[in-house]
């Protein structure tokens, strides 16, 4: 993992860009994750019903960390419902859920509604897919650990191709945080109902150009310039250094610094000698 702690935003997705595939290969080949991929392409053919899949731990946990469900691991009764929904019926919990990790989880498994026939797990083009989500995935949650507005940047650019609508933008956490800051739109309007939410950002921006990668790096750099200017700004509140220089301001409140003038002609310097300075 490339060490990108201290750095910038900006800094540190200039380097991130410029050796991402060299990235990616070493964690592919990792010990831990090459044993991991390995237990994923032998057991997984045997995989053709929901049951089988949360009863194979290697293949579960790899599919689940591949698609960032990691933290959803041990809701096998929950996981096993979603993947048998039928997606045409509003009542199934797959649509009564919003966040869109569990839909895109669904699309990429490929059940059918009775979770029980999945021919997409003999297929060497679904295998390979599976293995390079899992290989990004841990990818940004790794440079994400160590720098929020990177994993942020890192986890859009992986969505924006799947963004549709604003209601797409919405029902992912990290997306819509990136979206917000990026057009400057405050986070309290997450309070807000959802179609006036929707609204705002329709007259901030035309969701049409996020098919455009010049347009989808232009939103980059805001929302990198706009989050290093707020890191730089709490880092400087918090500076040991710079609160001991606010503490010098004059007590009036008129921020200016106050001199403090020595007139050294009336120091009585009789008392000291330059044997003494030495002794």
Known sequence: MLSISGMTGRLALTLLDKTKDAQLKSIENDPANARAIARFRDQVGSINTVDDLVGNYDVY?????AYDLKDQMFGKAMMKQILSSDPTD???L??????????????????????QVNVNTLKQSWQDQVVQRFVEQQY?????????????V???RQKVGGINSWYDVLKDKKVGQFMRTA????????????????????????????????EVEK???????ISDAKNAAANAANDPGLQLISGALSSDGSGQFVPATLDISSIDMSAF???SLYR
């Open 61 to 65: 946990s790899f599919v689940m960390k």
């Open 90 to 92: 509003k009542t199934s």
């Open 94 to 115: 797959l649509n009564k859920l919003t966040d869109s990790r569990f839909r895109t989880f669904y699309n990429a498994m490929g059940f059918t509604s009775n979770g």
């Open 140 to 152: 940004i949650n790794d440079e994400g650990s160590q720098n929020d507005a990177v994993g942020t």
């Open 154 to 156: 890192l986890s859009f």
């Open 183 to 214: 057009l400057q739109i405050p986070d309290g309007v997450v309070a807000q109902d959802l179609d006036r939410q929707v609204k705002l950002f329709e007259d901030k921006f035309d969701i049409k150009k996020l098919q455009d990668p010049a």
């Open 219 to 225: 939103l980059v750099s805001k929302y990198v310039a």
């Open 273 to 275: 000698s330059a044997s």
